[in-house]
Structure formats: structure tokens, C-alpha cells
């Protein structure tokens, strides 16, 4: 086996004072904002979010997936949105967070998706379930997250069934101008400041910016993915290139 590919946005953490890794600063960053993460992004993305991500799961409608699992689902907006549009059998959501996690699970309940949908504290480096275990899998706005990218990606593959089909969602930046220009002011000045306003926590949306930055997005995304053994692999971006869907199959 090959050693594991270290990409820059690896090393981008949320608190550059802290003497931890980047897997326990990105759990301490959601613990600390989940209480205003919804909110947060439905107000820094105008609602546009929303679209995102159901355009992210309708890439799985054709495969009509049974059993799918949400990495770094947070506060599970993309398991409801894939129980709703998919209707798998069983949707099992994973996140390092447990701040984000428990208000997942209040949003589950009042939905009356308790059967549906179970969420698990867990990592995307080590995933608890065995070989060919998942019809499916979706990341949306996670992988930037990864401690280490190659072996999140990888882990995934492990526990796709073969003909399994992921599916990223993830930010990335737009290429042409005026649009640039606006984004990356936005992403500069309005997102941390807002995040320090709303959230208490300027740190969490500069980490944002600076993990954006440094993120392989587009044909490199997918490279990525080839080099792993993925097939079929593709990508779509979204809203002038500030978004972008990624897929692969086992």
C-alpha cells in the first residue's frame, strides 16, 4: 500500500495557538458553534445551502441506495434531505462533534425520523462498520475537515458495497471575475465577522476561508479520487463555482 498523500489544507486548524491535532480542534470549533451552525448557514449562503445539498443527493436518485451513510453529518440536514428524496431504508449519520450530533438528534425526533435515521459519534478516518456495508455515502462540506484526506476518502471506500457511489458536496472558489473578487472579500471580512457576532466564534469562519483556500477542488478533487480506485468520477460546480459536487464509485 502506498503511503498516504499529506495535502496543505491538511494542516489548516481552526485555533493555530492550540497544541492539538486537527481532529480534536474541529470537534472542540463544532461543539462550540453548533448552536448557531443551522442558522449560520442559512444566513451566510442567503438560504442557497438548501439547493446545494438536494442537488448533491439527487446524483444517488438513479442508484436508489438502501442503505446510505452521512459522513461529518453535523447536524444532519443531509440525512433528513436524503430520508426525504432518496427514501432509503436506513440512513446512519457520523460526526465527530457530539455538540452537533445531539441537536441533530432533536431535529430527528421531531421529524419523527427515529427509525430512519441514526446518528453515531465517529470518525472519518476509522469507521466503525465493516467492508462493503453502504449502498451509498455523502460529505457535505467535510472533507476539508479530514485530518488526513487520502485516508477519509479511503475508509469510505472500504465501506461502500462495490458499485457504491459517494458523494461530496464542498466549497470552492469561484474562477472568474467580478464574482472572484466579491467572493473572496466576503470570505475575508463579512464571514468572521458575522461568525463572531452570531456564533461567538470568529475562529471557526477564518478556518473556513483559510481551509477553502488550500482545499485540491475541481480536477484535483477528482484525481484524488481516480488515484484511490474510484470510478466513474466526475464533478459538478455550483452558483459560479463557490460550490461544487463530487462523485466516484467503487
Not at 481532529?23 to 448552536?35: C, S, T
Request: aromatic share 10%; net charge positive; glycine share 8%.
Amino acid at each position: 500500500m502506498r503511503p498516504m498523500t499529506v495535502f496543505s489544507h491538511d494542516s489548516i486548524v481552526p485555533y493555530k495557538e492550540s497544541g492539538l491535532g486537527k481532529k480534536q480542534q474541529v470537534a472542540d470549533m463544532f461543539d462550540d458553534i453548533a448552536f448557531r451552525y443551522d442558522f449560520m448557514n442559512r444566513f451566510l449562503s442567503a438560504g442557497i445551502d438548501v439547493k446545494w445539498r438536494k442537488k448533491a443527493i439527487r446524483q444517488l436518485v438513479n442508484s436508489k441506495p438502501k442503505k446510505l451513510l452521512d459522513v461529518a453529518t453535523g447536524t444532519a440536514d443531509m440525512a433528513i434531505m436524503a430520508s426525504a428524496i432518496l427514501q432509503p431504508e436506513v440512513i446512519t449519520g457520523i460526526d465527530i462533534s457530539d455538540g452537533m450530533l445531539s441537536i441533530g438528534r432533536k431535529k430527528i425526533q421531531k421529524l419523527g425520523l427515529q427509525d430512519k435515521i441514526e446518528l453515531l459519534n465517529g470518525d472519518s478516518e476509522t469507521i466503525n462498520f465493516d467492508d462493503d456495508s453502504f449502498d451509498a455515502v455523502t460529505v457535505a462540506f467535510g472533507v476539508r475537515n479530514f485530518e488526513n484526506l487520502e485516508k477519509g476518502l479511503s475508509e469510505i471506500k472500504r465501506v461502500l458495497k462495490p458499485g457504491g457511489r459517494l458523494v461530496v458536496l464542498e466549497f470552492s472558489k469561484p474562477k472568474m471575475s467580478p464574482t472572484k473578487f466579491v467572493y473572496n472579500l466576503y470570505m475575508r471580512f463579512v464571514t468572521p465577522n458575522m461568525g463572531r457576532i452570531f456564533s461567538k466564534n470568529r475562529n471557526a469562519y477564518q478556518y473556513l476561508d483559510e481551509s477553502i483556500k488550500q482545499f485540491p477542488e475541481g480536477q484535483n478533487f477528482t484525481n484524488i479520487l481516480d488515484n484511490l480506485g474510484y470510478k466513474n468520477t466526475y464533478s459538478k460546480p455550483l452558483s459560479l463555482g463557490i460550490c461544487s459536487i463530487y462523485c466516484g464509485e467503487k
